[in-house]
């Protein structure tokens, strides 16, 4: 499995920008479709965004479509949020994932195998 450990969460007020980071550990990340996930308070952890292991597509949930992108740098082992127009709702622990096997064609069809240990977003009104 590939270790991951996210960063880049904190306080920001409503409208403002955050961008969240998810070092990857090992020489394959680049094989891997990767994918961003967030669990808000009593509520279950729900789909963001996903990436495929090329870096060729993207696909958003509708929530966060226009506002949100999802990135990565494979020469550098990391994947990236970047969240702008963020509203009180965004609030949430934001975790990375890798899926549970390489070279997946269809990034959308990705199965988290990996997860980070998560990086709190909150976003005051």
């Known amino acids: 499995q590939v270790q991951l450990v996210e960063s880049g969460g904190g306080l920001v007020q409503a409208g403002g920008s955050l961008r969240l980071s998810c070092a990857a550990s090992g020489r394959t990340f680049s094989n891997y479709v990767m994918g961003w996930f967030r669990q808000a308070p009593g509520k279950e952890r729900e789909f963001v965004a996903v990436i495929s292991w090329s870096g060729g597509s993207t696909y958003y949930a509708d929530s966060v479509k226009g506002r949100f992108t999802i990135s990565r740098d494979n020469a550098k082992n990391t994947l990236y949020l970047q969240m702008n127009s963020l509203k009180p709702e965004d609030t949430a622990v934001y975790y990375c994932?890798?899926?549970?096997?390489?070279?997946?064609?269809?990034?959308?069809?990705?199965?988290?195998?990996?997860w980070g240990q998560g990086t709190q977003v909150t976003v005051s009104s």
């Open positions: 994932a890798a899926d549970n096997s390489p070279f997946r064609a269809r990034a959308t069809m990705m199965a988290p195998g990996s």
